[in-house]
């Protein structure tokens, strides 16, 4: 990342119980999404990823994949469980990010699908690399050279991706 550029780490929460078990906003993670998160934290510890800001949507599995991850990595930062971000679209995020990010340099957002692999693909351009599709427990490594207010279509270059399993 050069002096200039932002980096923004978009995750996908990790494996969640069945809706049956609980409302859609309270299920918790399962035991297979608890280690998965932590597998997620050792790899993006590997990748030197460093954060000033967390935006956590307010879902339980949202909140425990961070947990999780954070006990593996040691990444540490202020969070915000953000109301704005469970299940949120796009556009949503795009202004979630843009009015919280304020001087951040390094911004961890965890969410859900469709919103978060949506704004990955809108902020890329499609990479072909995000072509697979964005599992849960799914991170996406963006770099971006505007400020947060002005985040857009086409604005970020992925720097990677990674779907973590417990089995890596």
């Not at 923004?8 to 494996?15: E, F, G, T």
């Not at 953000?82 to 995020?93: G, K």
């Not at 699908?113 to 599709?133: E, K, S, Y």
């Not at 991170?139 to 990674?162: F, M, N, Q, S, Y």
Request: glycine share 8%; charged share 25%; net charge negative.
């Amino acid at each position: 990342m050069n002096a200039a550029s932002r980096q923004l780490v978009l995750l996908r929460h990790a494996k969640a119980a069945d809706p049956s078990s609980a409302t859609d906003h309270e299920r918790p993670l399962t035991e297979r999404g608890r280690a998965d998160a932590r597998t997620m934290g050792h790899w993006l510890k590997r990748q030197g990823v460093r954060v000033d800001l967390v935006l956590c949507s307010t879902a339980v599995r949202t909140r425990e994949t961070w947990a999780e991850l954070v006990e593996s990595s040691g990444l540490g930062a202020l969070v915000d469980h953000d109301p704005r971000i469970y299940n949120a679209s796009v556009e949503r995020l795009l202004g979630v990010v843009a009015q919280d990010g304020h001087s951040a340099r390094s911004i961890a957002l965890v969410g859900h699908a469709p919103g978060v692999p949506g704004l990955a693909a809108t902020l890329t351009g499609g990479d072909a690399a995000l072509d697979d599709g964005f599992p849960t427990c799914t991170a996406a490594i963006i770099e971006v050279d505007v400020p947060w207010k002005d985040l857009a279509p086409g604005t970020g270059r992925l720097v990677a991706t990674h779907t973590a399993r417990s089995s890596d």
